[in-house]
Structure formats: structure tokens, C-alpha cells
């Protein structure tokens, strides 16, 4: 069994920063890639960044230059720096792990999500 537990979202006003935080665990073999996605009412989930075990990052046009993405392979954990926010990045945010349980076993795992809001 593999977890992906987020924390660090909350409400920040307008030009704000948040932290959030996404730690793996359980039966892990390696983890492949790690990213977070959002969610806001009434759109579809969409690609926010995404990091590779190498350290290969990729972001969505809409956060490029606020937003950073990183990873410590040792403790299983990606974190997402959110800075100068807007209202429009208020969603849910949903981590993912691309995880190898076992030498010939991958799968694609999603955490339970954590709410940003955004004031103006």
C-alpha cells in the first residue's frame, strides 16, 4: 500500500505564498516522477508542475515563474513554493507519484487533495 499525505494549504490573500508539502510512504521502491495537479470548481483537473527523480521540471504556463516545484528523494517528499498568488490559482491541490512498488510493479497514486484559496 502506497500514501500520498499533502498538507500546507489554507487562505491567503492576493500576492500571498504558500507551502505545501506532499510525503509519500509505504511499500516504495522508487518513486519515478512526483507533481501536483489542481482542481477548481466547475473545471477540470488540471497539470500544475511536475519534478523528475532527476530533478527535471515542467510547469504549467499559468504558474511559471511563481510557482516551484522540488523534491527530497530521501524523505519521499515533493514541496510547491506558491508565491505572488492570484485568485485564480484558488483550487484544490492534488498530489501524484509515479511509484515502482517492486522491480516490475508501477503504479500512479493520488493524495486526498488540499484546498487553497486565494482572497483578492
Known amino acids: 500500500q502506497v500514501q500520498l499525505v499533502e498538507s500546507g494549504g489554507g487562505l491567503v490573500q492576493t500576492g500571498g505564498s504558500l507551502r505545501l508539502s506532499c510525503a509519500a510512504s509505504g511499500t516504495i521502491f522508487s518513486i519515478f516522477a512526483m507533481g501536483w495537479y489542481r482542481q477548481a470548481p466547475g473545471k477540470r483537473r488540471e497539470l500544475v508542475a511536475t519534478?523528475?527523480?532527476?530533478?527535471?521540471?515542467n510547469y504549467a504556463d499559468s504558474v511559471e515563474g511563481r510557482f516551484t516545484i522540488s523534491r527530497d528523494n530521501a524523505k519521499n517528499t515533493t514541496y510547491l513554493q506558491m508565491t505572488n498568488l492570484e485568485p485564480d490559482d484558488t483550487a484544490v491541490y492534488y498530489c501524484n507519484a509515479v511509484i515502482w512498488t517492486g522491480p516490475d510493479r508501477a503504479g500512479d497514486y493520488w493524495g486526498q487533495g488540499t484546498q487553497v484559496t486565494v482572497s483578492s
Open positions: 519534478i523528475t527523480s532527476g530533478g527535471i521540471t
